[in-house]
């Protein structure tokens, strides 16, 4: 995640709405991938929702999710003449989703706005490395969508008889709404034996299946993954009944970037997947502080791994300094470096793909 700055120099986050320092009303472009100041400039005169200007004379408003529920910082650019109704418009990361749980909870209020946030960053360096990327609704069967529910374990009385587990299936992203209760996940975290465990996490691995789907029908990509991963083909649900029941093979940390990866080849591919944008995401941002002088893009895969551990190495140092656990608890070796090769390979190719 690059580093951004409002128009008067002083540091913005990626999911803010107002600068610190100069107060002005600022949101993301999906279009440029920059954050704009804005300056009101009227409203819809239908439903009183702000207008605002952007320093070129383009015209925005926030998604409807920023505007009525505040889960949302992107901009919708108010075409050329248009105005009236826009009570149900939405920027192009909230298009992504399918199910939100149910609002009358205000618990539920804050766990999607850490889903939000979370997804923002996801698609933002999806877009950033110029991968496929289009709304399951816009291009079924090959699209991209996310739910994001509740169970009987937050809403006993709406989900008697349901379990909702998070994971993918052909396209669809579903997220637990308890990974977004901090308590809840940290327990989740504990009792299987995970060294880390976050929503953005989460997203980041299950789109590493997705994107599996979109490149396995490319015979090199088939070739390459299983000379370092393994068979797909093998039985899934066998090989993680076999991981929960019997834990992971005592040495996976020679071949396996997590215990988790040792379960199955597609959940190693997944693993690596999520690392290696962990991995990018975090030396853009390093370099954006002026950490590293840099950027991934401007890297070729060796000179990543290389930078990154030098730079978690600093990241895990500063943090023990302050009585904290490791940021990155994870040992990139030999065998690791080669599946994320495999993944930065799949990751070009599919970015040239969608040129």
């Known amino acids: 995640m690059k580093s ?8 913005i ?6 600068c610190v320092h100069c107060g002005a009303a600022v949101g993301f472009d999906p279009q440029s991938l920059t954050m704009l100041k804005l300056a009101p400039t009227g409203e819809f005169p239908q439903t009183k929702t702000p207008l605002y200007n952007d320093n070129k004379g383009r015209t925005f408003t926030y998604c409807n999710n920023g505007h009525q529920y505040d889960v949302c910082n992107w901009l919708v650019e108010q075409p050329e003449g248009s105005a009236g109704e ?4 939405l920027c192009s990361g909230c298009l992504f989703n399918r ?4 609002l009358g909870n205000t618990e539920n209020l804050l766990r999607w706005r850490k ?11 999806l877009m950033r490395l110029q991968l496929p990327l289009e709304s399951g609704f816009a291009k079924p069967g090959r699209g991209l969508l996310f739910d994001f529910v509740e169970d009987q374990r937050t809403d006993p009385e709406r989900y008697p008889e349901n379990f909702a587990t998070t994971g993918h299936s052909n396209g669809l992203i579903t997220i637990n709404a308890l990974e977004a209760d901090d308590a809840a996940r940290e327990e989740m975290r504990e009792e299987l034996n995970e060294h880390y465990r976050t929503l953005l996490g989460h997203l980041r691995h299950e789109s590493g299946h997705y994107y599996y789907l979109l490149a396995e029908h490319d015979p090199n990509f088939v ?5 370092w991963f393994g068979d797909p083909t093998r039985n899934y649900e066998q090989a993680l009944a076999h991981y929960y029941d019997h834990a992971p093979i005592p040495d996976w940390q020679r071949f396996y970037i997590t215990a988790y990866a ?10 690596s997947w999520g690392h290696y944008l962990h991995i990018y995401d975090a030396l853009e941002t390093a370099a954006s502080l002026g950490i590293s002088d840099k950027f991934p893009s401007q890297m070729s895969f060796h000179e990543r791994i290389v930078t990154w551990r030098s730079v978690s190495v600093a990241l895990n140092e500063l943090n023990r300094s302050s009585g904290l656990g490791d940021v990155y608890p994870f040992v990139l070796n030999e065998a690791v470096e080669n599946k994320m090769a495999a993944v930065d390979a799949c ?4 970015a040239l793909r969608e040129a």
């Open 262 to 271: 040792s379960s199955h080849p597609l959940e190693d591919w997944a693993e």
């Open 13 to 18: 986050f990626f999911e803010s709405k107002r």
């Open 347 to 350: 990751i070009t190719a599919l």
């Open 86 to 89: 826009r009570a149900t418009w």
């Open 99 to 102: 199910n939100i749980p149910y």
């Open 115 to 125: 889903f939000e946030f979370a997804k923002k960053r996801l698609l933002f360096t």
């Open 223 to 227: 070739q390459q993954f299983s000379a």
């Open 4 to 11: 951004f700055r409002c128009d008067c120099g002083q540091r």
